[in-house]
């Protein structure tokens, strides 16, 4: 895997595979083309970006009237335009006048890479634009290296990781907003004249007010399963910058990369930068079809482990905060263990010597057992955990400290801090980010991953949080002519301390958390098994959070836990039945306190986990179809989720608006073979009697014309009733 940033010398490379031959150049998968005229001497111009084209069709595309714009567009002549690149050159020159020099392809680890060279006509800058493909998958990536071989300094005042043209018309753009406890909300808009722009400059959390991908129908508004549509995911961790602008050319132009905002690069003669990839796919089928594509592309090339199933897990936040003790630890274990779990996650509040974490003041930063706490400290736990056959998860803070910390009183030099300023303190009022350029820094973060899996190899999962952004620019390591760095050093020392971790620890589960679902980025994600959603489980609003995230992330990657009621950030109330049946459209597992719980309760959550350990395969690696989108405000939402053979399939149906005389649609489905039959299963069933159709065989074919009556309420004792609804379906294909 590329890492996510790279700052390197180009001395002792070795020069790329041969020169491709041509000057035209289609950069390929199964079903789409990027065409490109890489004509030596002249910019590197793009022809055409969708469906797939014959050879034929290539030869005459200018004649068609090709886009025929610079692929990568750089700023100084003729400056009136938004540019993916802008330098200023040793001598002060902010002119760039870019002109291919060659075409290399390689190969690399089953990927092929084209790569386009260009040079500055007239100072020594070069800049190769790169085309990753893999066999099979419809995603293009695609990042710039930018080489300095002028005799000093160059500064890179934007750089962007890609251009796009998009023939101006009906395009609508599809986007996530939100914030804290609300992420991951879907809006969808025409594109208007000017600018259109999603930014962030967090430092840290790069998703919960925004998300560095968009989709562009280009058929008019959105449609789930049919019409044309762009996706486009930046890969980075940090913060971003994507925005279209609709000028008086016939053209909407997309740019994203690295939020070049107070970040403007310094290169040094001999260095060369790159941008982290930005993922483009296209497809014919709708927005569904390209979230379908970037699961596939994510799961098997982006997600740790993206090949493996998730566990089962009951983390211990919600049941008990801060309140950790061994008695409770074992209680929850015990529990977790008696639902058919297979995970528990002991989270904040375990550590601290000298500084005790019982609130969220203090402690980061110094992760040694409390054993006024955990007397037996971890060794207890893991045996406690083996004892009840679960696995043992661990939460920590590492790029974290706080002024009430041993480590901050022993390296007050070591957080990001602005000279001449008092520092600005986060969650807590004490809370510091630790500065991930420095490499001393980076070698604490390492040592407490290393300590925890060398000292306690049976630790399963590690919740890795992030709970601050950065708050003041200032790097106390970075030199004063560098200070611009902060932002884009921070992600290459995290990028590199993660590289170490995974070559330690291969086989650790790790959760990306960020206040929640503030790094739900494909950017971490080659380090990380899964993120947190959000830290609100109120499952109403999270059918809309998870809907949003589905359009770019597969559901392996979401953690979705059933929680207490009433909800501890709402305050909703809402039954078992519908929590377990939002959760398992996830990666499922449980955040409460089971010994709360009534047996009924624990009976409902028991059957869901069997019944989601049965679907899981299809959940996690299935293919993802959204019939009735919660943003239509038709009373319901519903999913499916189907195997790529299309033997197997879940279906989900979730009523979330209740009124007397209501009439809601009855859902089609999709995915399905037409010629195939199958068979409906209901799973995490409450009702006294089974559905209608319980056991009964369907063809694909009428499944996904008619779909199936979904009742509004349940048939359950009167005093049960509620006014939520929501059903789980499995289809099973049989001979």
Known sequence: MKPVLTLITIAGMAMAAMPAHGEI?????????????ATQGQPLKIMHYGDRMTDADIDALPSAGSINLNAYPVYGLNPQGEAALSVTHTDGNRTTDLAVKGVTRTKDDGADITTVTMADTYYPLEVKVNYRTYPGDEVIETWVDITNNEKGKVTLNRFMSGYLP?????????????????EANLTEEPLPHGVRMIKN?????????AHPEVMLSLDGKPRENNGRVIGAALCYPGNYKLFVDTDDSNFHHLFAGINEENSEYHLRKGETFSTPELALTYSREGLGGVSRNFHRWGRAHRLHAGDKERKVLLNSWEGVYFDINEEVMAGMMEDIASMGGELFVMDDGWFGDKYPRDVDNSSLGDWVVDTNKLPNGINGLLETARKNGVKFGIWIEPEMTNTVSELYEKHPEYIIKAPNREVVKGRGGTQLVLDMANPKVQDIVFQIVDTLMTKYPAIDYIKWDSNAPIMEHGSQYLTADEQSHLYIDYHKGLAKTLDRIRAAHPDVTIQACASGGGRANWGILPWFDEFWTSDNNDALQRVFMQWGTSYFYPAIAMGSHISASPNHQTFRRIPTKFRADVAMSGRLGLEMQPRDMNDEDKAICRQAIKDYKAIRPIVQFGDLYRLLSPYDRKGVASLMYVTPEKDDAVFYWWKIETFMGQQLPRVPMAGLDPDKTYRVTELNRIDNQPLPYEGKTFTGRY???????????????????????SRVLRLTAVD
């Not at 150049?25 to 005229?37: E, F, G, M, Q, R």
């Open 25 to 37: 150049i289609n950069i390929a998968t199964p079903s789409t083309s990027l065409v490109l005229d």
């Open 166 to 182: 998009v023939r101006y018309g009906d395009v609508w753009m599809s986007s996530l907003y939100g914030t804290w406890a609300d």
């Open 201 to 209: 400059k967090d430092g840290l959390r790069n998703t919960h007010t």
């Open 703 to 725: 499944l996904m014309s008619n779909g199936l009556e979904m009742p509004l309420t349940y048939k359950v004792d009167y005093h049960k009733n509620t006014d939520y609804a």
